[in-house]
């Protein structure tokens, strides 16, 4: 069970708009501690999309954007496409025995 | 550009020892923190843990009696040893960078990944 929860999935069709929600605790995004999330398409690593829970790395489309509000994130994806489909997981630092560096379960996209 | 290429044996049997290299190119490995990741086969990513080009480590609590990461600055790679490994060892490893230790860092880049498989 991950420190960080994320649905297991969520669908959307072209052009719609998409959110992935993150919650963690008071030892993790609750203490102030930033998210970052990444997109890893099938079968290669993953990638950085977003880090300190609202900024985009250059290269990545403006359509991907994060929030951060308590103990949750989000991330949200608007005119969704098709190859947006991928999974995505969130990422913070947990100060409890944890593990430190801790990612969420991982959210699967899927564009209908 | 960084780049960072994992390399090492595909298959490790039940009680061995895990080893994996970390190649960095396009950059040095000074002034940077050097991680693990892995990723069993449809599942979610777990930190294993990291080296600063110091030579200081931190490790995942739950790994930490068997794991070892180490740094060869003459030859820009970090190492990983995972000991007395089981089948639920299997998993995608990755090597990754981070800028600074501060949480307001990420993972990045990351290197493609190699599947370690744990069998007899």
């Known amino acids: 069970q991950s420190v960080l929860t994320q649905p297991p999935s969520v669908s959307g069709a072209p052009g719609q708009r998409v959110t992935i929600s993150c919650t963690g605790s008071s030892s993790n995004i609750g203490t102030g501690y930033d998210v970052h999330w990444y997109q890893q398409l099938p079968g290669t690593a993953p990638k950085l999309l977003i880090y300190a829970n609202t900024n985009r790395p250059s290269g990545v489309p403006d359509r991907f954007s994060g929030s951060k509000s308590g103990t949750s994130a989000s991330l949200a994806i608007t005119g969704l496409q098709a190859e947006d489909e991928a999974d995505y997981y969130c990422?913070?630092?947990?100060?409890?025995?944890?593990?430190?560096?801790?990612f969420g379960g991982g959210t699967k996209l899927t564009v209908l | 550009q960084v780049q960072l290429q994992e390399s090492g044996p595909g298959l490790v049997k039940p009680s061995e020892t895990l080893s994996l290299t970390c190649t960095v190119s396009?950059?040095?490995?000074?002034?940077?923190?050097w991680s693990w990741i892995r990723q069993p086969p449809g599942k979610g990513l777990e930190w294993i843990g990291y080296?600063?080009?110091?030579?200081?480590?931190t490790y995942n609590p739950s790994l930490k009696s068997r794991v070892t990461i180490s740094l060869d600055t003459s030859k820009n790679q970090f190492s990983l040893k995972l000991s007395s490994v089981t089948a639920a060892d299997t998993a995608v490893y990755y090597c990754?960078?981070?800028?600074?230790?501060?949480?307001?860092?990420?993972?990045?880049?990351w290197g493609q990944g190699t599947l370690v498989t744990v069998s007899s």
């Open positions: 990422q913070s630092y947990d100060n409890s025995l944890s593990g430190n560096w801790v």
């Open positions: 990754a960078r981070r800028t600074s230790n501060s949480a307001s860092f990420p993972f990045d880049p």
């Open positions: 080296i600063y080009y110091s030579g200081s480590t």
């Open positions: 396009g950059g040095y490995v000074n002034n940077y923190y």
